[in-house]
Structures are given as C-alpha cells and as structure tokens.
C-alpha cells in the first residue's frame, strides 16, 4: 500500500523542484534525466521492490491465484523502467531543443 504514494509522492516532489520541468508539458519519465535523474530510478526500484515483497508476501498467505504472480511482474518492471530511460525531450533537461525546433 505505500508504494503507490511513495512513488507519486516523490515525483510530484521532483517534478516541483526540478529546473525547466512543467507538469502540463512533459511525461514524468523525463524526470529520469539530467543532475538528478537518479532520484527518479531509485524512486523506480524502491517501488518495485516494496512491490515484489508484497506479492511474496500475498503468495504466501495466498498461495493459490494468478494475482501475486502479476503483481511481481509488475514490480520487476519497475526497475526495468529505470533503467531504460527516456530520451531527452520537449526542453527538458534545459537546453535540450522543444520538438517544433528542429526544423
């Protein structure tokens, strides 16, 4: 259950405080880049492993069903979605060019 606030929590924190990010403008996955795009993957594998520790946790009071199974899936995807960054885009990092200027 703290994973999910945990995560949004931090990356609503970041996108806050970050230079040049602009909530209406750009995907939280940029966040993963620039200085501080390591508090952004870490963000990733922290939920990700609260999450697998959860469904090891539901397949042992639960041993039977599909649902622990899924969600350990999703909680190794996390760490996977931090490592495979987003490029720089749309002006995020600063100095990175907005999509309408590279013409």
Avoid: K
């Avoid at 966040?31 to 390591?38: E, H, I, K, Q, Y």
């Avoid at 946790?57 to 599909?66: M, V, Y």
């Amino acid at each position: 259950m703290i994973a999910g606030p945990v995560y949004v929590g931090v990356s609503l924190t970041e996108a806050l405080t970050r230079d040049g990010f602009d909530l209406t403008r750009h995907a939280r996955s940029l966040l993963a880049n620039g200085d501080f795009g390591w508090i952004h993957i870490a963000n990733f594998v922290l939920a990700g492993a609260v999450i697998i520790a959860f469904a090891a946790g539901l397949r042992r009071a639960h041993s039977r069903g599909r649902a622990p199974r899924l969600l350990a899936v999703y909680g190794l995807s996390l760490p996977a979605a931090g490592a495979f960054r987003a490029d720089p885009a749309q002006g995020f990092p600063r100095g990175v060019p907005c999509s309408g200027d590279y013409a």
